[in-house]
């Protein structure tokens, strides 16, 4: 029992590295010319995230979504670069293809500014817009329920 409280007392005093403020540490722009490898991406947070490859030019060009707490492959180059950000733009990690053959697992976990970001259910400002549609959907279910009543029909569970 001891021991369980200790783990549970390391795992609740892990705290998020903060998320890189500018992409500085992958190259600018992907090179040309490096062996291809296979990437396998994890997320370890508990929301989808966009990858993007970093182009010859240096500009972001959005490769996939990493669906939350999944796992995905793919293919690249070395001397490809590639960030993740959150759908918001949040800059979550930096990663450049090394030289080789060898496949390559890129863990994507939590950083301190996500938290917001992961605990917000839908952006700012959007209340209005989700009242709308909750009401559509309670007045629909009712105009159904009715209909069903003055039909004699039967819902079955």
Not at 65 to 75: E, H
Request: charged residues 15%; proline residues 4%; contains cysteine.
């Amino acid at each position: 029992m001891l021991q369980l409280l200790s783990a549970m007392a390391a795992v609740a005093m892990v705290v998020a590295d903060p998320c890189p403020t500018t992409p500085t540490t992958v190259a600018s722009k992907s090179l040309p010319g490096g062996q291809r490898t296979d990437i396998h991406w994890r997320s370890h947070i508990g929301m989808d995230v966009v990858v993007y490859w970093v182009n010859w030019e240096g500009n972001e060009q959005s490769a996939m979504v990493l669906p939350a707490m999944n796992k995905a492959t793919g293919g690249s180059f070395a001397g490809h670069s590639f960030r993740v950000r959150s759908y918001e733009g949040t800059l979550i990690k930096e990663y450049t293809m090394a030289e080789g053959n060898v496949p390559v697992t890129i863990d994507v976990h939590m950083c301190d500014d996500l938290e917001a970001e992961v605990n917000q259910l839908y952006s700012p400002g959007r209340e209005a817009e989700f009242e709308a549609l909750a009401a559509g959907v309670l007045c629909s279910a009712v105009t159904r329920l009715i209909a069903l009543r003055a039909t004699n029909w039967t819902i079955l569970k």
